[in-house]
């Protein structure tokens, strides 16, 4: 029985089969990916071309905060499209989808609406991965419309992440608000 077995292995071998058992798997298909985690994998953020960049995460993510908080009806759907353009991954998706969402807003055109903040605070979360807290100070007014008369500024916290794309070149790569 030895000998047979001796033998079909020796037959294995000689005929190019010698690779059972050392085979690597096959990688899976993106949507292979996708129908597993609910997501579909994007290009790395590292591929996205992106305007400009801070010498820090923190720096990144202060820059951007400020920048995403102060905007005016007349001013915020062209102040996303150059957030999206400064940043990558789901941060640049979720600008994108503002710059769009506000474009055609008649009723932020016609109420005068703006928005005007402070970045108070971005802190590390205890998380790690490039992850901060983002604490802000707004306050909306309106030209044209009494709705946000009176109304008090407000405190926002948000969750942001930065990517570093080389040396001294952070962007911020997410950006969920969290309130």
């Not at 294995?12 to 292979?32: D, I, M």
């Amino acid at each position: 029985m030895r000998a047979a077995l001796a033998i079909a292995a020796a037959m294995l071998l000689l005929s190019g089969c010698a690779a059972l058992g050392t085979s690597t798997p096959a990688k899976p298909s993106k949507v292979a990916i996708a129908n597993r985690t609910h997501e579909y994998p994007a290009p790395s953020p590292s591929r996205e071309r992106v305007i400009g960049g801070a010498p820090s995460a923190d720096e990144a993510i202060r820059e951007f905060a400020a920048a995403y908080i102060n905007w005016n009806a007349n001013s915020v759907a062209r102040d996303m499209l150059v957030l999206a353009a400064e940043s990558v991954g789901q941060a640049r998706s979720a600008t994108e989808l503002a710059a769009s969402e506000t474009a055609s807003d008649y009723e932020l055109r016609r109420g005068g609406i703006a928005n005007r903040g402070t970045v108070e605070a971005v802190a590390p979360l205890e998380s790690g991965n490039s992850r901060y807290a983002v604490v802000t100070l707004e306050r909306t007014t309106a030209t044209s419309t009494s709705a946000y008369a009176g109304l008090a500024a407000a405190w926002h916290v948000t969750v942001a992440t930065a990517t570093q794309l080389s040396p001294n070149r952070w962007v911020v790569s997410g950006w969920q608000p969290e309130n």
